[in-house]
């Protein structure tokens, strides 16, 4: 067992951040908060309903993931943003959120380093940008989507560190 004996309330509005060491149980636990991982005993309430009586589909959707290894399509900053499986059309888009997305996650410098501006192809998995940059992209992704939730599941652990302080400036901002 890699988790046991765990008793755990998450407020509402609040931000937690769950330390330990490689294999004492950080994923486990993510994956039993998002219902993706059955427990053997024991039971996980949402807000007073026991999860078996939870539309899972509905759960997840209002949870938004940025991993360590940021998932970065072939296209614009833009497309990258705004790609989800509720993704809207171009007259759908909130132009507004987006550039405030773009601003909370400083990515508005790379966007202004450019005359293409949103535009800005970042090639397939994000080879014109930095490791900081694909993963502040990630975050504005999630950040567009509007998620009751974030989860951040050690976005800094494979980056530089200046670009880490960046993330963690990005984070405290996200407070």
Same mark, same amino acid.
């Given at each position: 067992?890699?988790?046991?004996?765990?008793?755990?309330?998450?407020?509402?509005?609040?931000?937690?951040?769950?330390?330990?060491?490689?294999?004492?149980?950080?994923?486990?636990?993510? &994956?039993?908060?998002?219902? *993706?991982?059955?427990?053997?005993?024991?039971?996980?309430?949402? #807000? +007073? !309903?026991?999860?078996?009586? /939870?539309?899972?589909? &509905?759960?997840?959707?209002? *949870?938004?993931?940025?991993?360590?290894?940021?998932?970065?399509? #072939? +296209? !614009?900053?833009?497309?990258? /943003?705004?790609?989800?499986?509720?993704?809207?059309?171009?007259?759908?888009?909130?132009?507004?959120?987006?550039?405030?997305?773009?601003?909370?996650?400083?990515?508005?410098?790379?966007?202004?380093?450019?005359?293409?501006?949103?535009?800005?192809?970042?090639?397939?998995?994000?080879?014109?940008?930095?490791?900081?940059?694909?993963?502040?992209?990630?975050?504005?992704?999630?950040?567009?989507?509007?998620?009751?939730?974030?989860?951040?599941?050690?976005?800094?652990?494979?980056?530089?560190?200046?670009?880490?302080?960046?993330?963690?400036?990005?984070?405290?901002?996200?407070?």
């Amino acid at each position: 067992k890699v988790l046991d004996g765990i008793n755990l309330a998450i407020e509402c509005k609040k931000t937690l951040g769950i330390i330990g060491e490689s294999g004492s149980g950080k994923s486990t636990l993510l &994956s039993v908060l998002t219902l *993706i991982q059955p427990i053997d005993s024991g039971s996980i309430s949402i #807000d +007073g !309903t026991n999860c078996n009586s /939870i539309d899972v589909r &509905s759960w997840r959707n209002q *949870i938004g993931l940025v991993s360590q290894e940021p998932v970065i399509f #072939d +296209g !614009t900053i833009k497309d990258n /943003i705004l790609m989800s499986p509720d993704q809207k059309t171009v007259d759908q888009v909130d132009y507004e959120r987006l550039l405030y997305v773009c601003e909370l996650t400083e990515l508005t410098q790379v966007i202004n380093k450019t005359e293409l501006g949103l535009d800005y192809l970042v090639g397939e998995g994000g080879v014109n940008l930095s490791g900081g940059q694909r993963q502040r992209l990630n975050i504005a992704r999630e950040l567009y989507r509007e998620k009751e939730i974030l989860i951040l599941d050690e976005p800094t652990s494979s980056l530089d560190n200046e670009s880490e302080q960046i993330i963690i400036k990005v984070i405290n901002n996200l407070k």
